[in-house]
């Protein structure tokens, strides 16, 4: 029987969905992080662990090499990378892409439709007829507008600003210098801080009525409108808002554009590809 595998994986773990060809879920597994541009060789241990995990509970007695596999990863964009990574995978079909690529999946099934994904980094996908692009998530240097890592960052240079009279300061402002330990500290934390640790300070804007907080958020939301805006050329999609802010940014844009729920997740999308796979002539 022929058996069919979608794995998502990420920076703090991935998982794994295994299922028969009507798409009937037989096993499911989860292992480490899976971010090939930072560690393919920890990756590729993460997919085969919860590869192995989903195989045990299927009892089908089927090896890796028996699979059909659609691996939504970070750092899947990375086409060096991805090829490494194939080369140490045993599977006897498989595609690899970005774990963006298999959230929208996930989240628009089929359909025509515009997806933003917004937690500790960001990312923006658009199908329209069957062809679903990926666009935005270039990381927390060089993008990830609206994340949580952002909107963190963006605070802790807010604060400096405000204590070098730039900005008004602000009670929240205050707060943050004064925990950091003025502008030193808070430059020492940048100096080792990663998107994690920026992104634990979002709720603090997400959450507050200061002015310095609103202004923060209002200028997250403007630029995400406008990426939306942009996404969708002129015509009216329906727009899918994801991840730990995707609920506050719903919020403020539900007048705006047509707003649905996701159908599914990251996995259940990758699992959806993999099966595609099997369809293909």
């Given at each position: 029987m022929a058996?069919?595998?979608g794995v998502d994986g990420g920076g703090t773990?991935?998982?794994?969905?295994?299922?028969?060809?009507t798409g009937r879920?037989?096993?499911?597994?989860?292992?480490?992080?899976a971010n090939i541009n930072t560690d393919i060789d920890l990756a590729a241990a993460s997919i085969m662990a919860a590869t192995t995990e989903a195989l045990a509970q299927s009892r089908t007695g089927a090896s890796p090499a028996d699979?059909?596999?659609?691996?939504?990863?970070?750092?899947?964009?990375?086409s060096s990378a991805a090829a490494r990574l194939e080369a140490m995978l045993p599977f006897a079909h498989m595609r690899i892409?970005?774990?963006?690529?298999?959230?929208?999946?996930?989240?628009?099934?089929?359909?025509?439709?515009?997806l933003a994904a917004m937690g500790t980094g960001s990312v923006f996908a658009v199908q329209r007829g069957g062809t679903l692009r990926q666009v935005g998530g270039?990381?927390?240097?060089?993008g990830d507008e609206g994340?949580?890592?952002v909107l963190g960052r963006n605070l802790l240079a807010r604060a400096m600003r405000a204590a070098d009279g730039f900005h008004p300061m602000s009670p929240l402002l205050a707060q943050v210098l004064d925990e950091f330990g003025g502008i030193e500290g808070i430059i020492a934390f940048g100096n080792t801080a990663r998107p994690g640790d920026f992104a634990r300070l979002a709720p603090r804007i997400l959450t507050s009525e200061d002015p310095a907080a609103r202004a923060i958020f209002d200028a997250a939301l403007a630029e995400l409108d406008a990426s939306i805006s942009a996404l969708q050329q002129g015509d009216r999609l329906p727009v899918v808002l994801t991840g730990g802010l995707g609920p506050y940014y719903a919020a403020r844009l539900a007048d705006r554009w047509p707003l649905r729920p996701a159908l599914g997740d990251s996995v259940s999308g990758a699992l959806a590809m993999a099966l595609e796979i099997g369809e293909a002539p």
């Open positions: 058996l069919f595998l773990g991935c998982r794994a969905l295994l299922a028969d060809p879920i037989l096993g499911q597994g989860t292992g480490g992080p699979l059909t596999a659609a691996l939504g990863l970070a750092g899947g964009s990375m892409v970005n774990d963006g690529i298999t959230a929208a999946r996930g989240a628009l099934g089929r359909d025509d439709g515009i270039r990381g927390f240097l060089m994340s949580g890592a």
